[in-house]
């Protein structure tokens, strides 16, 4: 139902509760019918205690059977209620007999010329794209995309209202979430011309398709359809719409991805001051700025919001209560609500199984960058993602995220790299959609973040806590003032000094998940003493030089009581923490993600060879015990110190079947056999290559990397990324056209012939390459008019050489870095024009150059700078460029951050 009423609000709020409830039970009754802890006593003590425990595994069982039927019945009666009452029927007949409500666009549609600030830009660029000089002649779509309230509409109706004058015929139709197809037809035959439909009577759609296309196939027609959700609809509305040579133009909006962008302080100000007014109120301007971060470019935001502000008093206090309503999960102010009404439309269309991976955004606190392998193997762990016959979960769950993005809900960004090897991807929540998050999430129980909103009551049960930058509200949780029996998920980041609960506290506990930078988390194990990890006691001795006695000590260092976790799921350290594991991890048995990314730990615990659902293990320089092949379950391995891991550890990743990800790191060289260690990881390498392997990243701080790039046997068909940060080595000779999915490149190479240049030209699927070359072929190197087809990210570094030149094409490149040698340039290739005003599509240039300079006024400088700026100018995207110039090398052995 997308308008429910309060008893069916209600009743879906039991059916909820009852369902966790179920589970709840469930994880627990597996907890003390499976659950065998460590037991170190032998003979007759052993031996009475296996009977105590068979007879409690009996106690346990009646105690189960009593409770799921307590729950049948309890479902039985809900469902008897449900029927009772007619809850779909009334609420069906309810929203049927009411009043419809207001499109919400209908303000985009209709607002006037003048109050538009920030529109020309995008306007005139897309009306050049409709009606410019040395147009195709025939019919061209234009699409406008971004999520609810970015402006598609406004943009659409204003591109529309300046063109529809050219042409014969024009119509502008909104498709609804639902739409009624018979009547969008009917009514671009009324707004085009069609009159036979009027005395024809009722008509199917076939037949109205048909006469649609019969009249516009000889008109030169302008047609808008505004708000498209599916791309079923949008196929359907085509077939009407024929593709003739008359130079026709269709426009179509959708929320898939944002584009455009806003004057927002000038549409805010124009909304705010009164027509004879030009001056804002000094007072204003702190809050001013602080409302206009929060809108952040949404138009439909700023005009929302700051029309309601127009019909105010002028006081700072007043617009502080507007900025809190913007903030605030539980009040909204009800000149708001149109913002709320345009999310809930999107909320509303997602499928389920989407819905629970967006509400879980809430977990984050505004503008935070959520890495994409954090939030994927997160919604693995809370059981959101159903594995299906052909897809991991992870490509399941990356699915997922992905099309969270293609509807506009989170944001794409490039995060930098947690592990030192390349750029991450990630997304961030916008701040409206975060707070319509939160305020549902709260509506549904989802999740409960204490933030400064107050805290939950004490009986109110919570299932995903998050805390964040809250000491006052994590010491009420430490307290045990609320019930946490029912909780199943924990992130905790930056609340200094907190302890968490006792663990028996939190039986069905999945997913621990610390942020911790303050470095005094404290973890309580059954008797009430600190557990898993306490830093105070380390960092106090070696502040003061003290030794505190050794009791104490193991009393505040004891790491088994995370074991108690036996549900646990999902256990990451993100913060820089000493953490101690415990000797016998093995026994999480349900554990599927550690990750000790943000965690001094290195030498793992020979137990955790046990954990056969562990999927992702990832942390520095780890060493990894002998016998981990038999983790058969582990997809992602990660960064293994291959220098101080069992000479042997080639032989246990070749066992590793399922491994899709893998980093190793050769670090320091304080070992003799380094060569039989890299023999030993490229024969893992050949072994799993066939397999599912898709990610490689070596970082090589040694050298003498190249028998890992040369004797790589069988090719690695299913290759998606390899990263070899090294000294310079040969151009790998597996390399070949036939990694039809090799999308990600960054290696570096002593010298680039054409021949090898030709070769990654001939890689179909390429996006992203990464090259940083010694030496070039002598006569230089030119990429080929139309290479690279996919290409979107591209670097080639040769700041010791002349670099390369472009005949043209690459028509999919959006970012370029280029280094070089000025002088070497011009003796190679004649001059400093280099190409770059081919690339069409290029939106960010950065160029190092070296040469002889004196610094910013010297002539030679501006010189070059005159020719690369005259290349810039011919691009039609007004592309950034940045131009450094060096006298050094930018690269050295430790350098890492090239990807960012």
């Known amino acids: 139902m997308e308008n429910p009423d309060a008893q069916a609000k209600a009743w879906a709020a039991e059916m909820r509760e009852l369902a966790y409830d179920l589970e709840d039970s469930i994880d627990l009754f597996t907890h003390h019918a499976d659950h065998e802890p460590v037991d170190t006593t032998t003979g007759a003590k052993r031996f009475f205690r296996n009977k105590i425990r068979k007879l409690k595994k009996l106690h346990y069982r009646h105690k189960f059977s009593k409770e799921i039927q307590q729950l049948f019945d309890l479902v039985n009666e809900a469902y008897g209620r449900r029927k009772r009452y007619k809850i779909e029927e009334r609420s069906f007949c309810s929203s049927s007999i009411s009043c419809a409500e207001i499109d919400p666009r209908l303000q985009a549609l209709y607002v006037e010329v003048e109050k538009l600030v920030g529109i020309e830009k995008p306007s005139h660029e897309i009306i050049g794209r409709l009606v410019g000089e040395n147009l195709a002649k025939g019919c061209s779509i234009v699409s406008i995309v971004g999520c609810g309230g970015s402006g598609k509409t406004t943009l659409a109706k204003q591109v529309y209202e300046k063109i529809k004058g050219r042409f014969s015929c024009a119509a502008f139709v909104s498709v609804s979430q639902k739409p009624n197809m018979s009547n969008l037809l009917r009514e671009l035959q009324y707004q085009t011309g069609v009159t036979e439909w009027m005395t024809m009577g009722s008509c199917s759609d076939l037949q109205l398709i048909d006469q649609l296309r019969s009249h516009l196939e000889n008109q030169r027609y302008l047609v808008v359809i505004d708000d498209v959700w599916t791309a079923e609809a949008w196929q359907y509305i085509q077939y009407a719409l024929p593709k003739n040579a008359l130079t026709s133009r269709i426009i179509m909006t959708t929320r898939i991805n944002s584009v455009g962008q806003f004057d927002s302080e000038n549409l805010f100000l124009k909304r705010t001051l009164c027509a004879n007014e030009d001056k804002f109120p000094v007072q204003l301007e702190g809050i001013k700025n602080e409302i206009l971060e929060k809108c952040d470019g949404l138009p439909l935001a700023i005009v929302t919001l700051a029309s309601l502000l127009a019909t105010k008093p002028r006081t700072k206090e007043e617009w502080e209560r507007a900025l809190i309503s913007i903030s605030s999960m539980h009040e909204k102010d009800s000149g708001l609500e149109v913002i709320d009404k345009i999310l809930s439309l999107s909320y509303n269309d997602l499928p389920y199984h989407l819905r629970n991976c967006l509400l879980h955004l809430s977990t984050f606190p505004e503008d935070h960058e959520i890495y994409k392998d954090i939030l994927v193997w997160r919604w693995i762990a809370e059981g959101f993602i159903t594995k299906t016959q052909d897809l991991t979960l992870k490509q399941v769950a990356e699915n997922y995220f992905n099309e969270l993005i293609n509807r506009s809900l989170i944001q794409p960004i490039t995060l930098a790299p947690r592990y030192g090897m390349c750029a991450e991807e990630g997304c961030r929540v916008h701040d409206i959609v975060l707070n319509f998050l939160i305020s549902r999430s709260a509506e549904e129980n989802f999740v409960t973040m204490l933030d400064g909103q107050g805290l939950p009551l004490s009986d109110q049960r919570i299932h995903r806590l998050s805390v964040w930058y809250n000491s006052i509200h994590a010491l009420a949780v430490s307290r045990r003032t609320m019930n946490l029996s029912h909780l199943r998920s924990i992130s905790i980041c930056d609340v200094g000094g907190w ?337 770059i005003g081919h690339l069409s599509h290029v939106k960010r240039i950065g160029l190092t150059i070296r040469m002889i300079s004196e610094g910013e006024n010297d002539p030679a400088e501006k010189a070059v700078k005159s020719v690369i700026n005259g290349q810039v100018n011919m691009l039609p995207n007004c592309a950034t460029v940045d131009i450094g110039f060096s006298r050094r090398s930018r690269f050295s052995p430790g350098w890492q951050n090239r990807a960012t």
Not at 522 to 532: A, E, M, N
Not at 757 to 762: A, G, P, S
């Open 499 to 835: 302890t968490m609960p006792p663990v028996l506290d939190l039986p069905i506990l999945r997913v621990l998940d610390i942020e911790e930078e303050y470095n005094d988390l404290r973890i309580h194990g059954p008797d009430g003493i600190t557990g898993l990890f306490q830093l105070g006691y380390r960092r106090f001795c070696r502040a003061t030089g003290v030794t505190l006695p050794a009791q104490i000590g193991n009393r505040i260092a004891d790491p088994d009581c995370i074991l108690r976790l036996f549900h646990l799921r999902y256990l990451r350290f993100g913060g820089a923490m000493d953490v101690i594991l415990p000797a016998q991890i093995g026994t999480l048995q349900y554990l599927q993600t550690l990750d000790l990314s943000g965690a001094r730990v290195t030498q793992l615990p020979e137990s955790i060879v046990q954990l056969k659902r562990l999927m992702c293990l990832v942390g520095h320089q780890l060493m990894m015990p002998d016998g981990f092949g038999n983790m058969e379950s582990l997809e992602e391995l990660g960064n293994l110190d291959g220098c101080n891991c069992s000479i042997n550890f080639g032989e246990d990743l070749a066992l590793l079947s399922k491994l899709r990800v893998l980093r190793v790191t050769f670090m320091w060289n304080r070992t003799s056999d380094l060569g039989a260690r890299k023999e030993s990881l490229i024969s893992s390498l050949c072994k799993l290559r066939g397999k599912n392997l898709r990610s490689v990243y070596i970082y090589d701080n040694i050298g003498g990397g190249d028998c890992l790039v040369d004797s790589w046997y069988p090719v690695p068909c299913r290759l998606q990324k390899f990263i070899h940060i090294s000294k310079y080595f040969r151009f790998p000779k597996w390399i070949n056209s036939s990694l039809c999915d090799l999308t990600y490149l960054d290696i570096l190479v002593q010298k680039m012939e054409r021949d090898y240049l030709l070769i990654l030209e001939d890689l179909p699927g390429i996006r992203v390459l990464y090259l940083d070359v010694k030496e070039v072929a002598e006569d230089g190197l030119i990429v080929s008019y139309g290479a690279f087809r996919s290409l979107t990210c591209f670097q080639f570094y040769n700041i010791d050489g002349p670099g390369l030149v472009f005949k043209g094409g690459m028509r999919m490149l959006e970012w370029l870095r280029l280094g070089f040698d000025a002088d070497k340039a011009r003796s190679t290739y004649g001059s400093l024009e280099v190409g």
